[in-house]
């Protein structure tokens, strides 16, 4: 109900092979970010963008590229997983002033990969 | 550039107690958000409380509660009568009013409630 789903939920995958992660937003918010947790880090910025095709760095964008082809649709790629990428990934989307009740992020609810 | 700090990584509280989590920021702006967020097993991220910098008065929501010291740069988070419900990862988060409106995040303070 929250209008942010992020696929795949799980994921295992080996070391060298390419994932990516997506994300989809129903709600036509401009903003949409990638982030990871990871314990002892708290959840730190990957990627973000602010339009279509409008993307830029974070504080740990290594080893990540995104794109975002549709307002609806930010994807997460890596282009060669690492176990170093082990993590908690979530999506989040926003927008930069507040209507209604939209206050602060919305986030979908996170991927786990596993890279092995 | 901003940063935001929860020197607690663990705290405990005893059931219908109450807790105060802390969190420091550091920002040169004067126009930013901080918000309070709560991480359940689930791990689902859920907003707990948000304040304005603007407002001097300290937000409150039920049993939540805040207390805002901007010169301080300090922004902690009450929990009244606490509640097994409560036991979650809980992240403080800045977010300015300006630019790309990005959250920076603390790294979390692991909170148990015990019976």
């Known amino acids: 109900d929250a209008g942010i789903t992020q696929s795949p939920r799980h994921k295992v995958t080996e070391t060298g092979t390419p994932v990516t992660l997506r994300c989809h937003q129903t709600?036509?918010?401009?903003?949409m970010y990638w982030y990871r947790q990871d314990p002892g880090h708290g959840l730190r910025l990957i990627h973000y963008s602010y339009g279509v095709k409008d993307t830029d760095k974070g504080e740990v964008s290594d080893g990540y590229s995104v794109s975002r082809s549709k307002t609806e649709d930010f994807l997460l790629t890596l282009e060669s997983a690492t176990s170093s990428q082990t993590s908690v990934y979530f999506c989040?989307?926003?927008?930069?002033?507040?209507?209604?009740?939209?206050?602060?992020?919305?986030f979908g609810s996170g991927t786990r990969l596993t890279v092995v | 550039a901003q940063t935001v700090t929860q020197s607690q990584p663990e705290m405990s509280v005893q059931e219908a107690e109450t807790v105060t989590l802390s969190c420091t920021y550091d920002?040169?702006?004067?126009?930013?958000?901080l918000f309070w967020y709560k991480q359940p097993p689930s791990r689902q991220m859920i907003l707990v409380i948000r304040?304005?910098?603007?407002?001097?008065q300290n937000a409150t929501e039920n049993r939540f509660s805040v207390n805002f010291q901007k010169a301080a740069k300090s922004f902690s988070l009450k929990i009244s009568d606490s509640q097994l419900g409560d036991a979650a990862m809980y992240f403080c988060a800045y977010r300015s009013n300006s630019g790309t409106y990005k959250y920076i995040f603390g790294t979390g303070t692991r909170l148990k409630v015990l019976a």
């Open positions: 304040q304005e910098a603007y407002k001097q």
């Open positions: 989040a989307i926003s927008e930069p002033l507040w209507t209604g009740d939209s206050y602060g992020y919305t």
């Open positions: 709600e036509n918010h401009r903003y």
């Open positions: 920002t040169s702006e004067s126009d930013y958000y």
